[in-house]
């Protein structure tokens, strides 16, 4: 029988079980929790944790000073989304390399850098290529325009990321966390039947959600009943969005142009096959590596790591608020408006 969100939301908050720490894994989760006042519902044994669906906060300190350098080379435009700019490495941030004389530009989709590549032919043009499966489909378009018009002056600087082994390695390292509600917008690409074998190896439940108040609701509902039922079960709630299969298309345009490799998360370390590399065939358009074993903020105290894996809340971390803004992050939470850090800075007092 059909139930009100309403009673919904008063069952969320009659829950008497165990304690349970249920991960939004999406940012854009976090921003819907805090807008609609989800954790006003909640009873005391129930706690909402972040998780690593924000893909620059998992971006290795590393990969910005490697663009940080290619940006001091002669002819070399540097091509990046607004929130990768602010973010953090070793020498600082891709917009401390535009102040010290950088070409360094930023978009708003990655055909832009196609654009701009075929207008000067004389400069060499590097895109900054972050993002889940979400992204991965225009980057594939974009590496295909470029082997069919022969454009030679653009390549991409790899660090895409494949979200399931993140999650895969978070319920290795963190086994406090008790069900999953699984991100709108991955799922749409990657489908909801791709979280099948996650749940059946870890017994942890995962329900797909949009980002309404409805949605967010009926999701924590449905993850107590199956932790009540002792179900780790995948229960798509966003079926408009999300079919079980994915976008097929989108998933085979992914595979015709990338490879799966192991890749470094940061604040998580090295995760096998979590990456994506360009198959040898765009080869030509490849950027390059970098290196990703150090990170910065781990120095500074920053609990970035801790908060993308669940250990941590952003209000845990002593320079919350203080030393770390979003006018001076310390860590690469702070800095985007998909970041925990970020997320909780905006909404601190409610």
Known sequence: MARSIDELARRVSAYDGPPLNIMEVCGTHTQAIFRYGVRSILPPNVSLLSGP?????????????????LSEEPGTVICAFGDMLRVPGGRGSLLDAKAAGGDVRMLYAPM??????????DKRFILTAVGFETTLPVYALLARRLREEGVKNLKLLMCAK???????????????IGGFIGPGHVSAIIGADAYRPLCARTGIPLTVAGFTYEHIVAALYD???????????????YPSAVAPAGNESALALIDSCFERQSSVWRGLGEIEASGYALRPEY????????????????????????????????A???????????????????????????????????
């Open 53 to 69: 669906g924000c893909p620059v906060c998992v971006t290795p300190a590393g990969y910005i000073d490697r663009a940080f350098a």
């Open 112 to 121: 832009a850098a196609l654009d701009w590549a075929r207008a000067e032919p």
């Open 162 to 176: 494949a979200l399931l082994p993140a999650l895969d390695w978070i319920c290795a390292n963190n086994p406090d």
């Open 223 to 237: 993850l107590l009943e199956q932790r009540r039922r002792g179900a780790a079960e995948v229960h798509n709630l």
């Open 283 to 314: 080869g030509e358009f490849d950027a390059g590596g970098y290196d990703a074993s150090h990170d910065p903020s781990a120095r500074t105290g920053c609990l970035c790591g801790r908060v993308i894996m669940g250990r941590a809340v952003p």
């Open 316 to 350: 845990d971390c002593p320079h919350f608020g203080a030393a770390c803004s979003p006018a001076h992050p310390l860590g690469p939470c702070m800095v985007t408006s998909e970041g925990a850090c970020g997320i909780w800075y905006e909404n601190r007092g409610i």
